[in-house]
């Protein structure tokens, strides 16, 4: 067996163009397009290519970007009382605050004092709680982009076995309480279970979120299972530059599996895309509106 490849940069393109449509609807509606602020402090190149690309997106959908680059100087109160502007501004329907943040501002705290109507990472502790509750919320993006792959391939995910392999606020917890959400039955694993393998073993479903370079083998899948990996880790190549793969060894995984994402271009593109997915959301609630379709 040769596993699909499970394409993410197409899906994500599909969404973004979803989103497009809805942004230019409700721009005839209010007046106004829905809009994300992004705030970088310092100047980590992997934070600022990251921002640069979500400020991207958010133009090509046709939402207002606020970006906001502050230096890594920058007191917590300074970034707070930034936070607190941004929730009374009413051009905002988003704000993001790209993680991680200098040693000397408490990241708890930052994600704390956004409003949860604009926390479009889906971290605050009201989103997570609203999540686990089954109640309408903000989602974290690289989950809620897992899930529309997974439901993608699969269609239904009732009774299915499902192992998340992570425990992180920011993919394990939250993409167990999705697959949850869609009937699954989930497990939770991480570096603490006994007996891994096995555990993955007897998935339907294996969401790799460990941050371990290859760490899940190709003989851990059952046959037929779907994998969704969502590590990126670079490892060394002889030429220097170094070489980007997920938790999942792909190869090996591919001869078991029905169906596999590749790193890079699977669950990556798939979080710019629902974070513009979640500004949209956003939007709509705070205008009064129902969610937008098809998103």
Request: glycine share 8%; hydrophobic share 45%; charged share 20%.
């Amino acid at each position: 067996m040769t596993a699909k490849r499970i394409d993410g940069k197409a899906a994500a393109a599909t969404i973004r163009s979803e989103v497009a449509k809805h942004a230019a609807e409700f721009l005839k509606r209010t007046a106004r397009a829905p809009g994300l602020a992004t705030v970088l402090v310092g100047e980590d190149p992997a934070s600022a290519v990251y921002v640069r690309s979500k400020n991207r997106a958010t133009a090509e959908a046709g939402m207002e970007s606020f970006a906001h680059n502050l230096p890594d100087t920058t007191t917590e109160a300074d970034l707070l009382q930034l936070v607190t502007d941004l929730n009374a501004d009413e051009r905002v329907d988003g704000i993001l605050v790209q993680l991680p943040l200098p040693a000397q501002i408490d990241a708890t705290r930052v994600i704390e004092t956004i409003e949860p109507s604009k926390d479009v990472d889906g971290f605050h502790a009201m989103n997570a709680g609203r999540l686990t509750a089954g109640l309408p919320s903000l989602v974290p993006c690289t989950p809620l982009g897992c899930l529309y792959l997974l439901k993608q391939e699969l269609g239904s995910l009732s009774g299915l076995n499902a192992v998340v392999i992570g425990r992180s606020n920011i993919v394990g917890k939250p993409m167990a309480a999705l697959l949850l959400g869609e009937s699954a039955t989930v497990t939770i694993a991480h570096s603490r279970t006994r007996d891994l393998p096995e555990v993955v073993r007897r998935a339907d479903i294996v969401v790799a979120a460990v941050g371990r370079a290859e760490m899940v083998r190709g003989d851990w899948i059952k046959p037929g299972a779907t994998v969704i990996d969502v590590g990126i880790n670079r490892i060394p190549t002889d030429d220097g530059k170094g070489r980007l793969v997920g938790d999942v060894a792909y190869n090996e995984a591919a001869e078991a599996a029905a169906a596999i994402t590749p790193v890079p271009g699977g669950v990556g593109p798939m979080t710019i895309a629902m974070l513009m997915r979640n500004t949209l959301v956003a939007a709509h609630r705070r205008a009064g509106f129902a969610d937008p379709e098809g998103l």
